[in-house]
């Protein structure tokens, strides 16, 4: 992901928090690939961020590098005040992949109680959590079904209610929904629009999907959304942002 603006962090808009600051970042992998170059972008509390952009343009590892799942080679990265993957609570971020890569074994209701398990909650103290957060996605009748019984839609369901269950502040999905037929996509691209707005989250959202900046102030009915005619323009990436409804 590519030339943000330079030395300016695009996006700080006045009156509004910075949840997530890049400045002048790069990745650079031992192989010497340079996925990310002089990335400046600043996401603000409660927006919706998407970075699209072809394969490989470096989508994937900006996500990395903001929820510390990769270090950065240059500049800085900050969530919430803290660098990146060293907030004190890892509740903070959420994370879906492309797979919904859930635990075959287990049933929906364990899945979605994993990451309270791993903080050491019991299951009687998670159950309701658990409930909530598969209600969250419409599956409040599936607790005790397998991963084998679901649809594909399904299973990423449940893998947004295990991101969801430790109430992040920022829920970061990486293609989520790329392998799913388009039916099913819109339907959940729907859904992660109302958990945007009814959960005061913070997204971002990477995908593959071809978006001409340039009909951004009108793309309000469009997918990724976008509300405010904002945007960021890379040599072949972009980040598009949508501020919260009720801004
Ligand atoms: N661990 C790694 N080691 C070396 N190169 C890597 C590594 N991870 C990614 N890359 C390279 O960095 C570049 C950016 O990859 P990245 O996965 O971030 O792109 P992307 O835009 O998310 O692509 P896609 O849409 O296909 O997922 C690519 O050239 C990729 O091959």
């Not at 799942?69 to 500049?75: D, I, Y």
């Not at 369901?157 to 996509?185: C, N, Q, Y």
């Amino acid at each position: 992901m590519p030339d943000q603006s330079h030395g300016h962090p695009d996006g700080g808009r006045a009156g509004q928090t910075a949840l997530i600051e890049m400045i002048d970042v790069d990745k650079e992998f031992a192989n010497g690939t340079v996925a990310v170059r002089d990335m400046s972008l600043v996401i603000n509390k409660g927006e919706f961020v998407s970075f699209l952009g072809p394969s490989g343009c470096g989508k994937s590892t900006a996500l990395k590098m903001i929820s510390g799942l990769l270090s950065v080679s240059n500049g800085s990265i900050t969530v919430n005040g803290h660098l990146a993957g060293q907030s004190p609570d890892a509740s903070d971020i959420g994370y879906v992949f492309q797979e919904a890569n859930l635990l075959p074994w287990a049933t929906v209701f364990e899945n979605v109680y994993l990451p309270l398990k791993l903080r050491g909650l019991s299951r009687k103290e998670a159950s309701a959590r658990v409930e909530e957060a598969l209600a969250m996605v419409g599956l409040a009748k599936f607790a005790k079904s397998y991963p084998r019984q679901l649809s594909g839609g399904m299973r990423m369901r449940v893998s947004i209610a295990r991101a969801m269950v430790t109430k992040p502040k920022l829920l970061l999905m990486d293609e989520p929904f790329a392998a799913l037929d388009e039916m099913t996509r819109a339907k959940l691209n729907d859904d992660v629009l109302q958990l945007w707005e009814s959960q005061g989250l913070t997204v971002i959202f990477v995908t593959h999907s071809v978006f001409d900046p340039s009909i951004c102030p009108a793309a309000s009915s469009s997918w990724p959304p976008v509300r405010a005619a904002s945007s960021t323009i890379s040599r072949s990436g972009t980040a598009i942002r949508a501020t919260p409804p009720t801004a």
